[in-house]
């Protein structure tokens, strides 16, 4: 039960999230990522019975990159907080199928939530259940098929990314569900939680976590284009 741990300290620890792996449980029944976090620790601190782990902040089952977790109870707390109040700086990169109109600037929109569908849509201000997203886009490079973006959300809506490039006529590469073309050959999404920012919860040190893009062609080149 392999994980890519990218970051580790006494309070915290982030991993490389691939595709496919979940970060709550499911009706599939498959393992979610931070029982096997946990099982990682257990094996390397040689700790036996039950190892603390906070869930801080989640990402969708087809989209790769940073998932932070807490080791103590007195940084998932501080952690929580810091994510309430909008202090990590969260960047993403999205392989998408269209060129934007505008190569950079800023999406809000107003997004509803279809928990039958697990979908969210983009809805005028005011329709009951809609909450404002917000996020910044830039095109940072492209090939010849496809475009991509750095995306920096400023709130944490269902599928906000998704749904707001989406409607913005730039869906996400192998998204199926937002208006992709074609699915990816491994069920994922070209949706990447590139790097997260923020000041420790408990040394106040400045922390900035880098994730590897998915070992894949496109990828690679783009991250070559950079």
Not at 72 to 85: D, G, I, V
Not at 107 to 118: H, T, Y
Request: aromatic fraction near 8%.
């Amino acid at each position: 039960m392999s994980i890519d741990v990218i970051y580790e300290d006494n309070h915290l620890i982030a991993v490389n999230k691939s595709s496919g792996d979940i970060t709550q449980g499911d009706k599939t029944g498959d393992t979610p990522l931070p029982d096997k976090v946990k099982k990682w620790l257990a094996h390397k601190y040689n700790k036996p019975g039950n190892v603390f782990l906070g869930v801080i902040h989640r990402l969708d089952r087809p989209t790769s990159g940073i998932v932070v977790f807490a080791k103590t109870s007195k940084a998932l707390s501080r952690m929580n907080a810091l994510f309430k109040t909008r202090d990590v700086k969260k960047t993403y990169w999205a392989i998408v199928e269209n060129k934007p109109k505008i190569e950079k600037g800023t999406l809000v929109n107003f997004l509803q939530k279809n928990n039958k569908q697990n979908k969210s849509y983009p809805v005028a201000k005011g329709v009951a259940g809609a909450k404002e997203a917000t996020l910044d886009y830039q095109l940072i490079a492209e090939s010849d098929r496809y475009f991509l973006l750095e995306v920096n959300p400023h709130t944490g809506r269902h599928h906000q990314i998704r749904t707001q490039l989406a409607a913005m006529g730039c869906v996400i590469k192998g998204d199926l569900k937002y208006g992709a073309k074609n699915s990816n050959n491994d069920g994922s999404i070209s949706l990447h939680a590139r790097a997260l920012s923020f000041t420790h919860p408990v040394s106040k040190e400045k922390i900035y976590i880098e994730a590897e893009v998915p070992k894949d062609k496109l990828w690679s080149f783009f991250e070559n284009q950079r």
